[in-house]
């Protein structure tokens, strides 16, 4: 069964750093990866889908990577702000159909003024 | 701009009492799902809809019902509601790609369930 861990569960940086957020899976047999930002009280909102053909994908200040053979993705955050203050998760698609995708249990950043 | 809407946000039941949770989207979009969110557990697939007329199990289905009532709408019953339902729901929809995959998942803004 397909598990998706992240660490740390929270990270407090100041304001401007440049940051990681990782993602591990353990079955690498994936068709996708997705990166989601979820603000407390809300839903989930899609920040970037990364195909199992692919190396990364890039959205503003965001750039996300896939390493697919060692079961690893990371989420990098440039010049953060305190706006980008939000639970991430992350979620592997195992595809053939299965309709399902796999979350991990997300990271809590705080970005201090 | 509507996207994925939910109702209730917020509802507190009685244990045995019966309720459902409501779904739709604007998005014209084939597949929708139902997900329950519990702190240190994750978010856990309860049913999905690939297409219209169909519906299957996902990792939680036990205690659950749901119904595809057309293109737009995906409603969760609880028959007779118990404390450890108490958790969060969220809906969620997509027009999965070609080839299996599930594609970008649009989700509403959850509904918060208490069972006492």
């Known amino acids: 069964k397909q598990e998706v861990t992240q660490i740390p569960a929270a990270l407090s940086v100041p304001e401007g750093e440049n940051l990681v957020l990782n993602c591990s899976f353990t079955?690498?047999?994936?068709?996708?990866l997705q990166w989601f930002r979820q603000d407390p009280g809300k839903g989930l909102t899609s920040l970037l889908l990364i195909q199992s053909s692919q190396r990364e994908q890039t959205s503003g200040r965001l750039n996300a990577s896939l390493d697919k053979s060692s079961g690893r993705s990371t989420l990098y955050i440039a010049a953060s702000q305190p706006g980008d203050s939000a639970t991430y998760l992350c979620a592997v698609d195992e595809g053939a159909g299965s309709y399902q995708l796999t979350f991990g249990k997300g990271t809590k950043l705080s970005v201090i003024p | 701009n509507a996207g994925v809407t939910q109702t209730p946000k917020f509802q507190v039941l009685k244990t045995g009492q019966s309720m459902t949770l409501q779904c739709a989207q604007d998005?014209?979009?084939?597949?929708m799902y139902w997900y329950r969110q519990d702190p240190g557990m994750g978010l856990r697939l309860i049913y999905y809809s690939a297409s219209e007329g169909t519906t299957d199990k996902g990792e939680v289905p036990n205690g659950y019902n749901v119904s595809r009532l057309n293109k737009r709408e995906f409603s969760l019953r609880l028959e007779s509601a118990a404390p450890s339902q108490t958790s969060v729901y969220f809906c969620?929809?997509?027009?999965?790609?070609?080839?299996?995959?599930?594609?970008?998942?649009?989700f509403g803004e959850g509904s918060r369930l208490t069972v006492l």
């Open positions: 969620a929809s997509t027009t999965p790609p070609r080839g299996g995959s599930t594609g970008e998942l649009f």
């Open positions: 079955d690498s047999a994936i068709y996708n």
């Open positions: 998005m014209n979009h084939n597949s």
